[in-house]
């Protein structure tokens, strides 16, 4: 299976701030990863898709990044509203798909 | 506007069948672009996926759950169902059911139904 990890696994910033988070797989994925937000006790919501595509109707301080098998996730300007947990998931090839360990973002 | 809904006992005893269901609202699950997957959340922790099937009844497993997972779909009823068998407290989750492309990119998802592993 294709393992990934993702940093920081938690991070605190300011409203405003620029938040970037990592995501690495264990083997080349191309541009096969999705990133998810997952706010607490809700189900997750495809943010980016394609690694870079931002997925209909998402704000536009959302961004990704990457390819092979390091990636990047930019938050512009974090609002109160993008508190959550983030998470990215690979899908290249064959099943299983996998997820990142997630990271969570608070407001500082 | 596509919907999905789980369903099913909040509860289950050890070594017995989890069994849910995903009804879609909203759009048609024969439709050819897309698969339709569960995904669980154990309490604290990430997302694992679990397996998917399309409507025509090909289905494809998380290795890791394989030997107890069963999905199948009705298209009649536009639902599609999960079970597992033989379940521990390491199953305790909330169960998801979501729409996927063919590639695996997860766009629908449902509100998520939990489900306790207990006697």
């Known amino acids: 299976d294709i393992q990934m990890t993702q940093s920081p696994s938690s991070l605190s910033a300011s409203v405003g701030d620029r938040v970037t988070i990592t995501c690495q797989a264990s083997?080349?994925?191309?541009?096969?990863l999705n990133w998810y937000q997952q706010k607490p006790g809700k189900a997750p919501k495809l943010l980016i898709y394609?690694?870079?595509n931002l997925e209909t109707g998402v704000p536009s301080r959302f961004s990704g990044s990457g390819s092979g098998t390091d990636f990047t996730f930019t938050i512009s300007s974090l609002q109160p509203e993008d508190i959550a947990t983030y998470y990215c998931?690979?899908?290249?090839?064959?099943?299983?798909?996998?997820f990142g360990p997630g990271t969570k973002v608070d407001i500082k | 506007q596509l919907q999905l809904q789980e369903s099913g006992p909040g509860l289950v005893k050890p070594s017995e069948t989890l069994s849910l269901t995903c009804t879609v609202s909203g759009g048609s699950i024969s439709s050819s672009s897309y698969y339709w997957g569960w995904i669980r959340q154990p309490p604290g922790k990430g997302l694992e996926w679990i397996g998917s099937?399309?409507?025509?009844?090909?289905?494809y497993y998380n290795p890791s759950l394989k030997s107890r997972v069963t999905i199948s779909v009705d298209t009649s009823k536009n639902q599609f169902s999960l079970k597992l068998s033989s379940v521990t407290a390491a199953d305790t989750a909330v169960y998801y059911c979501?729409?996927?492309?063919?590639?695996?990119?997860?766009?629908?998802w449902g509100k998520g139904t939990t489900v306790t592993v207990s006697s």
């Open positions: 979501a729409r996927h492309s063919q590639g695996g990119i997860m766009d629908v």
């Open positions: 099937i399309y409507y025509s009844g090909s289905t």
């Open positions: 394609d690694a870079s």
């Open positions: 083997q080349d994925i191309s541009n096969y």
């Open positions: 998931q690979q899908y290249d090839n064959l099943p299983p798909w996998t």
